[in-house]
């Protein structure tokens, strides 16, 4: 598998990990169909992300995400994670190929992905890292506080946060008032 076959596949691994709700029938057809014929078409991958938009949107940003990273890593040699966060985790290509068949050929590959994210296995570290590595919000992932580490470090608080930063992004919250009242209330710990 070659390079560019690779950034797709991790690329719309990466979208499908940020879908909130399960992909439209037809569209998990047509990625059931191209499980079936694979590794030769990798590239139907990109055009199929076309059909759905929230599906196109998530995938053209992890894909310049994964792109940017791989260009400034070829030139710097730089990690994508902090040291203290998590060890690197990669998958071969062969690995990654039989994740991307599990998933593609589910009934429904974005709750699949998600339970794989979750896991403690490799393949669920391997996910989680390229979960944080193409999310907005590890543009500056050299230098994470002491007090943040456990966001960094645990899959479902990732997603949870990443899923409230993009509701609010795009307006979907409610004003629940002023708590200004408990900024000096005492906490026992």
Partial sequence: MNNID????????????????PLPDDLQNQLKEISKTWPPD??????????????????????????????????????????????????????????ALQIFSSEDSVNSLNQAYTESSPIGQFLFQLRRQTSLMAKDSQNIPEEELWVWQDPVVWASLERGLKQAQAGKGRYL??????ADLEIDD
């Fill in 177 to 182: 008032g002023d708590f200004s009242q408990y």
């Fill in 42 to 99: 990798v590239d139907k991958l990109d055009a199929l992300t076309e059909i759905y938009p929230p599906l196109e949107d998530e995938y053209l940003e992890a894909r310049s995400i994964l792109q940017n990273d791989g260009e400034r890593f070829r030139s710097s040699g730089v990690q994508t994670v902090n040291e203290t966060v998590n060890e690197t985790v990669v998958l071969s290509d062969e690995k990654l190929i039989n994740l």
């Fill in 6 to 21: 690779k950034l797709t596949l991790k690329a719309l691994l990466a979208a499908l990990m940020r879908l909130e709700e």
